[in-house]
């Protein structure tokens, strides 16, 4: 009696006690006598209390985990690309910029984390990466975890919000065009290349990409930047975006570029901003073909000058 039948998702049991303390004049007529002297009885039939619908609360990571996070990162083979690219100073810039961490797993994978405008940690990807061509290690099989699962939080209900999305905190950010990409490591690409821009990721084509979580852009200029193959959903998704943000845009720039070779691909800004090697790259290759430069280097304490800061 007073059990909900469906007690295991609603998760309310109006007991009896509960019940008769709620409506005292109705113990009263449980027992009695009608006007012929009989004993009668009352039939009360269970009730149940509908329990008040509520937002579930967002779970968080603690912080300490990032800050821990953020070491080792010699053995980051994507950190270690991406000094082949930038330099050793851009790149330790960009992963303290982007909270970009090391994970024990894989031999130092790297781990993505998502820190909301609060500063709140919502999620860590971890994924694995070749520290030479920075490519996502998928054999024999895809190197793809996330920190709640290593770490066996019971009850964890992730909710993603962008990479990078703790960069809009900063209220100068409202003056800059926010760019977004599907992966993080084309977002920290982009940050090297076209550091004018505010780049974040969704971490897929649909990842973090929805509704709720695109409400911090809100008052934000907005561009997307989706891979070749994705093109057509992300100018759908622009449209949502429109009532959001200040504005909206889907750039077309890769499709008008892109050969039919490299739409089969789906390659991405980043892929086309490799294409020509960058002057740190190619001093790495200048130094794998002969390694006394690097002593020469090192012996001199040498640096590389960008030739536009030597005008």
Known sequence: MGKCDHINSCGYHYTPREYFHDNPAVKDTLTGQDGY??????VIKSVVKSSPKSQPQIPYLPYAWVELSMQRFDINPLYRYLTIVAGKEKTERL???????????????????QIDVNGNVRAGKIMGYDATTGHRIKQPFSQVSWVHSVRKIPGFHMRQCLFGEHLLADTSSLARTVGIVESEKTALIAALFIPDLVWLATGGMHGSFNSEAMQVLRGHDVVLFPDLKATGEWRCKAKMLQSICKSATCSDLLEKMATDEQRSRGLDIADFLLMEDTPQM?????IELNPALQTFINTFELELVDAGKME
């Open 37 to 42: 002297g009989n004993v009668t009885s009352t």
């Open 282 to 286: 190619i001093l790495q290759k200048m």
């Open 95 to 113: 992963f303290n910029l982007y909270k970009v961490g090391t994970s024990k797993m894989w031999h130092g994978a790297t781990v993505f984390w």
